[in-house]
Nanobody, 125 residues
Framework: QVQLVESGGGLVQAGGSLRLSCAAS????????MGWFRQAPGKEREFVAA????????YYANSVKGRFTISRDNAKNTVYLQMNSLKPEDTAVYYC??????????????????WGQGTQVTVSS
């Protein structure tokens, strides 16, 4: 069973930066597509970014493109989300997720197989 544990969330002022980490265990991390999603209070979970198993391909939601960067270190079984120029509307619980299918960068939460417990990001204005 794959376990994903996020860390790095917190409170930051608008315009600031945070780096989220997601450590994986119990599976073949290097073969999974990894994604980040977020859910704000009263809203549905939404796609943020995804990265292919090799790190060679990435995809971003329009709302974060140019501000967020997803990356991975397969030697450390960890995926990262660097968030810059944060805005109050980025406030949400951020989740990492793993998709066992290689070669697919899905934006659909239902297509991911494993999920972390989430980490809170709060951006004050």
């Amino acid at each position: 069973q794959v376990q994903l544990v996020e860390s790095g969330g917190g409170l930051v002022q608008a315009g600031g930066s945070l780096r989220l980490s997601c450590a994986a265990s119990g599976g073949t991390f290097s073969s999974y597509t990894m994604g980040w999603f977020r859910q704000a209070p009263g809203k549905e979970r939404e796609f943020v970014a995804a990265i292919s198993w090799s790190g060679g391909s990435t995809y971003y939601a329009n709302s974060v493109k140019g501000r967020f960067t997803i990356s991975r270190d397969n030697a450390k079984n960890t995926v990262y989300l660097q968030m810059n120029s944060l805005k109050p509307e980025d406030t949400a619980v951020y989740y990492c997720a793993a998709d066992r299918r290689r070669g697919v960068l899905s934006t659909t939460s239902g297509e991911y197989d494993y999920w972390g417990q989430g980490t809170q990001v709060t951006v004050s204005s």
